[in-house]
């Protein structure tokens, strides 16, 4: 079974990949031996992808799988964007992420509250070959916190195509629609179409 490491020190993700990316062998940066702090200064999902990829398949000499990730509210130009880690000025500090986006939404009304999730995804090979594909899922920002499953913004994110909050989703519901899962589909479909 092929080996790829994934580019990413969060174990939610890193769940999620695993549980959709079947016939591989995913193992994490930490447990191929990466534990260097990548800096992100890309400024799209898809250039932080390639950056995080690059570093870690550069330094392992293994095939190496990035995403990057965030949350785009439209009543915001975008925001949060590729800060969504970072919102509130720390990173990961999921609580304080999800208190500003709600502060900066105060008085938007339902229809007004529009959002997605997108991720681009980056495979990057030692011999040099790179492969990225992305994927979005559309719904719109609660009022209030539902539910405690899932990770980062899911407990404001009302999704569209499950009728529910991601908050509310267990890991089966969410990989069904998620941007992950579509971008990291998408991208398992260029390499069995030998595209990659
Ligand atoms: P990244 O690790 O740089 O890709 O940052 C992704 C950030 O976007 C996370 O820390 C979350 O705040 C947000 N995010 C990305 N995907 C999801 C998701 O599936 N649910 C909730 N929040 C997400």
């Known amino acids: 079974m092929d080996k790829i490491v994934v580019a990413s020190g969060n174990k939610h993700k890193l769940r999620e990949i695993a549980e959709i990316f079947k016939g591989y062998e995913i193992v994490s940066m930490q447990d191929a031996g990466f534990s260097q702090d990548i800096e992100e200064n890309g400024e799209t999902f898809e250039e932080n992808a390639l950056i ?12 190496a799988l990035a995403d990057d990730s965030g949350l785009c509210v439209a009543a915001l130009g975008g925001a949060p964007g590729v800060h969504s880690a970072r919102y509130c000025g720390r990173h990961g500090d999921d609580g304080a992420n999800n208190a500003l986006l709600l502060k900066n939404l105060e008085g938007v009304p339902e229809k007004g509250r529009g ?30 916190p539902e539910g405690e499953n899932g990770f980062g913004y899911d407990p404001l994110f009302y999704s569209d195509e499950l009728e529910k909050c991601f908050g509310m989703a267990c890991a089966e519901e969410k990989n069904a629609v998620s941007h992950r899962a579509k971008a990291l589909s998408a991208l398992a479909a260029k390499l069995k179409e030998g595209r990659a």
Request: with cysteine; hydrophobic share 45%.
């Open 115 to 144: 959002a997605y999730f997108e991720s681009c995804v980056a495979l990057v090979f030692p011999d040099g070959r790179e492969v990225t594909a992305s994927g979005r899922t559309y719904g719109r920002i609660l009022f209030a």
């Open 52 to 63: 995080k990829a690059r570093a870690v398949c550069g330094a392992l000499s293994l095939p």
